[in-house]
């Protein structure tokens, strides 16, 4: 009597069925249309600043008299916009170099001081346990719903004016002056910043495996020395993308820049001195194209420097298993 045997019913392979939402919503975006798609948004994108990119090159009559696409019947390039932009002397150029420097000195500080800050105030509201931890990260998280605009007077009192109380004065006026005056853009960006920093730092640090820690403490590591090898290295994904949001902020930020520092040359960033050609030369078309690109040369260098981990620390702890 023969053996009979009953065939195998077919199984669905990891391929063939996605187990996971991700994994059915990467398979839909790895399809060609989604690639088309992708690409268009991309060139529709790029087009813009590829035509400011080139508007800023072309000289002026040729600027103010034809579109930038012209370029490509005509070409006529020149650097002569950049140089008066950025060296030259006249009260009409746009003298751009000192407040390039400007810029560079109000947003490094104004960036490493709220991350530094909130990665320290994150593991502290993960890891270290003290009475009312829950309640100070709720007061943090509230404070996001302030606007900023609303901080804006009482912050500049409290630099102007000092802070009293019924008489007796707890903190003098800073009386600030001249270059002085990027320490106050530096404390207001600072005290906006860390709200949101905090936040986004404590989802990363508290998702961090607990037996990491409770290791490190077993052989001894105080709480700096696991914050400094073991938290740090592991929130690094996390770090860089906060440190992209915060620079463009503070690089293309005009209202603080123009509250607590003022519009003088000692102090002024590079979007006060935009702003100004934007409105008292207008017509000056040639400067201004050449101005605004070399506002986001810098942004653009951080953000490709940077690049690899963004999309990385954006993820980071959004998934589990």
Known sequence: MAATTTPALPTATADAMPKTVAGRVRRRLNTRAATVVSILIAVLWTVPTFGLFISSLRPEDAIKTTGWWTFFSDPKLTLENYNEVLFGQSASSGQLANYFVNSLVITIPSVLFPVAFAAMAAYALSWIRFRGREWVYIGIFALQIVPLQMALVPLLSFFSRG???????????WQLEDEQKFIQVWFAHTC???PF???????FVSQL??????AARVDGASHPKIFRTIVLPLITPALASLTIFQFLWVWNDLLVALIFAGGG?????????LAELAGTRGNEWQRLTSGAFVSIVIPLIVFLSLQRYFVRGLLTGSVKG
């Open 163 to 173: 802070v009293s109380l019924g008489g007796l004065t707890l903190m003098p006026a």
């Open 192 to 194: 906006f910043a860390l």
């Open 197 to 203: 920093a905090v936040f986004l730092l404590h989802n």
């Open 209 to 214: 495996p607990g037996e990491l820690m409770e």
């Open 265 to 273: 040359d000692e102090t002024a960033p590079l979007t006060v001195r």
